[in-house]
């Protein structure tokens, strides 16, 4: 079972500073998978209210997701779609495996600072990035051109810039998130 981390933000009152007391709590489940095995990750994110004004209520933001709104983590998604392609191409299964790592390692510093995030890419995801590479190097003749696997190597650049930043995601699932949040549902004048 794995616990948001709180903030001092989330545990006093915005209006006066005053002390917040647990109200309540979300509980969002996630299916992973452990090799062969299943597992069922909860994330529990406390809920604080103040008792001077009974007015705010604050809670640490919910993890990102892979599939916004689903249940399944990067594991089970990589080993889906690793099955899926396995037949067919080998050189996909490798590179599915090796983006399946880059997300793992992500999952584990997303709560670190911008300069510790950068730090420990580059300890942990850049050896990945690099094998990737030489590896997308290598299998350049297995893989077409026009496929989005063939476009990643004229845009490696842009792609291994998150292991310079520690400010910028792997991937820009967030943006997307709140690009689409930020929309107004469209209303039919009828």
Not at 140 to 164: M, T, Y
């Amino acid at each position: 079972m794995k616990t948001s981390p709180t903030s001092r933000s989330y545990k006093a009152c915005p209006c006066r500073g005053d002390a917040l007391h647990q109200i309540g709590e979300d509980v969002a489940e996630r299916l992973d998978v452990v090799p062969t095995t299943f597992r069922v990750l909860v994330t529990r994110r406390p809920r604080y209210g103040c008792r001077s004004c009974e007015g705010a209520v604050v809670q640490a933001p919910a993890p990102a997701r892979i599939v916004e709104g689903g249940i399944p983590t990067e594991a089970p998604i990589a080993q889906v779609l690793v099955s899926k392609l396995a037949e067919n191409s080998p050189v996909a299964t490798d590179v599915l495996r090796r983006i399946a790592a880059l997300y793992a390692i992500e999952e584990d510093i997303r709560a670190l600072s911008a300069d510790k995030r950068r730090d420990a890419r580059d300890q942990c995801s850049r050896p990945i990035v690099d094998d990737l590479y030489r590896f997308l190097e290598a299998s350049d003749r297995q893989v077409s051109a026009k496929s989005r696997l063939g476009e990643a190597i004229p845009r490696w650049e842009g792609l291994v810039r998150f292991l310079d930043d520690g400010r910028i995601d792997l991937d820009n699932n967030a943006v997307e998130r709140a690009i689409r949040g930020s929309r107004a549902p469209h209303q039919s004048s009828a």
